[in-house]
Antibody
Framework: DVQVAESGGGLVQPGGSLRLSCVASGFTFSSYEMSWVRQAPGKGLEWVSWTGGSDGDKLYADSVKGRFTISRDNAKNSLYLQMNSLRVEDTGVYYC??????????WGQGTLVTVSS | DVVMTQSPLSLPVTLGQPASISCRSSQSLVYSDGNTYLSWFQQRPGQSPRRLIYKVSNRESGVPDRFSGSGSGTDFTLKISRVEAEDVGVYYCLQGTHWRSFGGGTKVEIK
């Protein structure tokens, strides 16, 4: 079974940093694009970041560009999101997603990030 | 940026009756490779989103055939032929032709 599982969320003060992790299983991780999507409490979905199968190509939403960094370690079947200079508006559930917008076929259960003083 | 506009915001439906959700984009979603990257997702209460439809009208494996997608260019529709209780939730469209952007969501509830 294909599974992706996020971890690393928590409470952090504005201006702080957090690193999210996603461990994948049940498929050849290195062959797939991977993405992060977030959802503010009670709100809709926002695509945050994407990376290709290797650790080369990466794209970011304007709202996080320059503050967030996506990376992957194919040897560990893991995807990461380093989040710096966090803002209150970054609060939400962060989902690890297998694929890109045209192929987003498996989502994790999400990890909650709360940015508050 | 491409703006995805869904309607209605809320959709009360009687069990067994059909339901239809509209999604309109501010630009054509036809990509240079000829594909149209428009997907539909269902998010049940307390759950992660689940893909129902990809590339406008292709149903995900395991999705009941009462769900169907149609449309072209800038105008797309998700239809549920006969709503069941398990269909309650919020439905989102997603375009992947120009960066990636979601519609605002349509909440389906039982009357």
């Amino acid at each position: 079974d294909v599974q992706v599982a996020e971890s690393g969320g928590g409470l952090v003060q504005p201006g702080g940093s957090l690193r999210l992790s996603c461990v994948a299983s049940g498929f050849t991780f290195s062959s797939y694009e991977m993405s992060w999507v977030r959802q503010a409490p009670g709100k809709g979905l926002e695509w945050v970041s994407w990376t290709g199968g290797s650790d080369g190509d990466k794209l970011y939403a304007d709202s996080v560009k320059g503050r967030f960094t996506i990376s992957r370690d194919n040897a560990k079947n893991s995807l990461y999101l380093q989040m710096n200079s966090l803002r209150v508006e970054d609060t939400g559930v962060y989902y690890c997603v297998r694929g890109d917008a045209g192929s987003a076929d498996h989502w994790g259960q999400g990890t909650l990030v709360t940015v508050s003083s | 940026d491409v703006v995805m506009t869904q309607s209605p915001l809320s959709l009360p439906v009687t069990l067994g009756q059909p339901a239809s959700i509209s999604c309109r984009s501010s630009q054509s979603l036809v990509y240079s490779d000829g594909n149209t990257y428009l997907s539909w997702f269902q998010q049940r209460p307390g759950q992660s989103p689940r893909r129902l439809i990809y590339k406008v009208s292709n149903r995900e494996s395991g999705v009941p055939d009462r769900f169907s997608g149609s449309g072209s260019g800038t105008d797309f529709t998700l239809k549920i032929s006969r709503v069941e209780a398990e269909d309650v939730g919020v439905y989102y469209c997603l375009q992947g032709t120009h960066w990636r952007s979601f519609g605002g969501g349509t909440k389906v509830e039982i009357k």
